[in-house]
């Protein structure tokens, strides 16, 4: 069985361009989340779909960050326009039910913002 | 508010020893969840071990075990005969109460070198 696929794995790009990393979860996971680390901090989160529905996006940045799941199936999160504070690793993860809260996570997009 | 601190930034330890973890959590609710993962070189991150709050035993999962101590709000990662691969970066991450489990607050984590 697949894992949490994450791409791409590592994004350079200059502030203000636009980056769209994407996530495709485990086949059948309900719940999606975002999660982001930046530099020397905690992991953060971000949002969390149920399908295609946004359950909670109270871990949002800003406007210049939009995440969508399409179908319920895989997510993007675009950042436009991206600043040097946005980059950091980005991490996706997935899960079957509300049980015990167990994520799935990706390897991480890592976003270098010059 | 709710918090996780992982007061130990690095840790080493020799092959075959057993290794602890700190850490310890800030929340007001009676009802939360306490994670371990871990993060090799590879950026994935893996879940390790699981303890509810209202749990009346440690979890153990293999070689992992969680010393949960409630009163102290502290959930220890002990790991029994370190193996090379055990080194990584850990996390400790906490549930909110609100339902979603799958909202987690992590700690800063703690990178952990098994010697030879």
């Known amino acids: 069985e697949a894992g949490v696929t994450q791409f791409p794995s590592h994004s350079v790009i200059e502030k203000g361009q636009t980056v769209t990393l994407r996530c495709d979860p485990i086949?059948?996971?309900?719940?999606l989340y975002w999660y982001r680390r930046v530099m020397g901090k905690e992991i953060k989160f971000l949002l969390h779909?149920?399908?295609?529905?946004?359950?909670?996006e109270s871990g949002m940045p800003n406007n210049r960050f939009l995440a969508e799941r399409t179908g319920g199936t895989y997510s993007t999160l675009k950042v436009q326009p991206a600043e040097l504070e946005d980059s950091g690793v980005y991490f996706c993860?997935?899960?079957?039910?509300?049980?015990?809260?167990?994520?799935?996570f990706g390897e991480g997009s890592r976003l270098t913002v010059l | 508010a709710q918090k996780i601190t992982q007061t130990q930034p690095g840790m080493f330890v020799q092959e075959k020893e057993a290794v602890t973890l700190d850490c310890t959590y800030d929340?007001?609710?009676?009802?939360?969840?306490l994670f371990w993962y871990k993060q090799p070189s590879s950026g994935e991150m893996i879940f390790l071990i699981y303890?509810?709050?209202?749990?009346?035993q440690n979890a153990t999962e293999g070689r992992y075990s969680l010393n949960f101590q409630k009163a102290r709000k502290s959930a220890n990662l002990v790991i029994s005969a370190s193996q090379l691969g055990d080194s990584a970066m850990y996390f400790c991450?906490?549930?909110?109460?609100?339902?979603?489990?799958?909202?987690?607050?992590f700690g800063q984590g703690t990178t952990l070198q098994v010697k030879p």
């Open positions: 929340t007001s609710d009676p009802s939360y969840g």
């Open positions: 993860a997935s899960s079957q039910s509300r049980g015990t809260g167990e994520l799935f």
């Open positions: 086949s059948g996971h309900d719940n």
């Open positions: 303890q509810g709050s209202y749990d009346q």
């Open positions: 991450a906490m549930s909110l109460s609100s339902g979603n489990t799958g909202k987690l607050i």
């Open positions: 779909f149920v399908k295609e529905s946004k359950q909670d």
